[in-house]
């Protein structure tokens, strides 16, 4: 019996371990962001879905060396924003603030691109970097198994 409740104890630690997914508090993306936010251009807002009613924002897109600011390595990394929602932010989507850098929220790549558009080229579309990780460049043909690596495609 106790064989088996210390097996269980082991599985479920393991299992709580690498299921739990960390939710990143607002005010620690906001210390770990703030300068590279500060520095980002300045957004307008043109379409339809405008957050909390900013017309103009700072946005930085989410990319490896954002994942390396806050200290994740996970794609879909889950934070807290200003108004106390727990969203999933993905490789590509977008950390807002408005120009006072008082709050933080996540915008999807698609909807960032749809509603704001950079000051100072109003007119211009929106087409942001698709930003990839290597895992999801990895095809199953690119990997060479006898040799112990990985080609990633140039895609």
Known sequence: MKKFLAILAVFSLTASITLSKEIIPEYYVMEKLLIPISASPVFSHIGDKKINDFKEIKAIQVDNKVLQGIGTHENPFYMKDSDGKTVAVRVGDYVISPMTLSTVYAIKKNDFELNYRDLNA?????????????????????????????EASEE
């Open 122 to 150: 109003p007119d211009v579309s929106l087409v942001t970097a698709d930003v990839t990780t290597i895992g999801e460049k990895i095809r199953i043909d690119e990997i060479d198994e006898a040799n112990n690596r990985i």
